[in-house]
């Protein structure tokens, strides 16, 4: 019984060598999920991103994907065996946890954020090196139509093609009051999320083989309404309408097009757009399953789509939301 306890105990992480989920002293390995209140309020409002390396409370390393942030538990099947990806904004949050899996999956990973989050990207090369990928980094803002046509003629010279490209660099601000949302804020979302989704989908299609993937991070708040985020969700819901749009335009061509719709998920996105009165609304105010999620619990989903076992889907969007029922 003593041998069959002690394999329990690995597999759940719950042996006296467990390591410290975050700066508390919990332990990691009871893959407990953070409750409401449980997080420290911070906020990273007066920066134009987050920075996941100075969170106060990083994306937990107590979930059942994520081990210490080295991913230990997921059980890949190199199911993206040579395929040469580009995540962008995979230097932290979601689309690191993309990025990882996508090469412990076998695949090789570009990633493309803007340098004030140089930090980040290196861990997440880091972790995708020690995952067995070769990992190029691309420090560009997306805004700019020129530099992304670079970023794609760079990747498409260094490994010939794209399998898959992932658009999930965005910026969101958490702003009450329509009449508070200045130009300048909205400038930079719409240009972020919707011409930086464009500029590289655009210069990335003409290479993109037969049986390629697009996948576009858009969100539950582009069918929800959230009263704070009106020009993010203006944007989520232009990223929803591309992706059936382009499915439509590229199933001829063999390229599968989807989106994945997170639902309240902790990474750095959520501090760098909100105070600390709106942070300690956010995290008393979970996802019907009772909590915020955690990165970990969305990689997965980009595998699936970017993989073979989703070859009969496209146009559509997954909701990886913690239970919120939501048209579309």
């Known amino acids: 019984m ?186 930079r979302t719409i240009k972020t999320n919707i011409y930086g989704t464009f500029f590289l989908t655009r210069a990335a299609v003409p290479h993109i083989p037969k049986g390629g993937s697009i996948i576009v991070t858009a969100s539950q708040v582009a069918y929800a309404g959230p009263p704070m985020l009106v020009d993010y969700s203006m944007t989520k819901g232009a990223q929803v309408a591309m992706v059936r749009c382009l499915s439509n335009q590229l199933l001829s061509k063999g390229i599968r097009v989807n989106a994945v719709c997170p639902g309240p998920v902790w990474t750095p996105l959520q501090p760098a757009a909100m105070n600390k009165d709106q942070m300690k609304e956010w995290h008393n105010s979970p996802a019907p399953i009772g909590r915020i999620g955690q990165p970990s619990e969305l990689g997965p989903a980009y595998v699936f789509l970017a993989s073979q076992d989703a070859s009969f889907i496209s146009g559509q969007s997954i909701h990886v939301n913690g239970g919120a029922i939501v048209a579309g």
């Open 2 to 187: 003593d041998a069959i306890k002690q394999v329990i105990d690995k597999a759940s992480g719950t042996s006296e060598g467990a390591s410290a989920a975050a700066p508390g002293g919990e332990k990691s390995g009871s893959g407990e999920f953070a409750k409401p209140g449980e997080f420290p309020i911070e906020s990273q409002v007066d920066r134009v991103v987050g920075i996941q390396d100075d969170m106060v409370k990083k994306p937990s390393p107590a979930t059942v994907q994520e081990g210490d942030e080295d991913f230990t538990t997921y059980k890949a099947a190199k199911k993206l065996l040579g395929k040469k990806t580009i995540v962008t904004g995979g230097d932290s949050g979601i689309g690191r946890a993309a990025a990882v899996m996508f090469a412990m999956e076998g695949a090789d990973v570009a990633l493309v954020y803007l340098p004030e989050e140089q930090k980040d990207a290196e861990k997440s090369k880091q972790l995708i090196v020690a995952a067995g990928g070769q990992c190029l980094l691309f420090p560009q803002d997306i805004r700019d139509e020129q530099g992304c046509n670079r970023v794609i003629e760079s990747v498409v010279q260094a490994w010939g093609k794209i399998d898959v490209l992932v658009n999930n660099a965005s910026v969101m601000y958490s702003i009450p009051d329509i009449t508070d949302i200045t130009t300048e804020q909205f400038d």
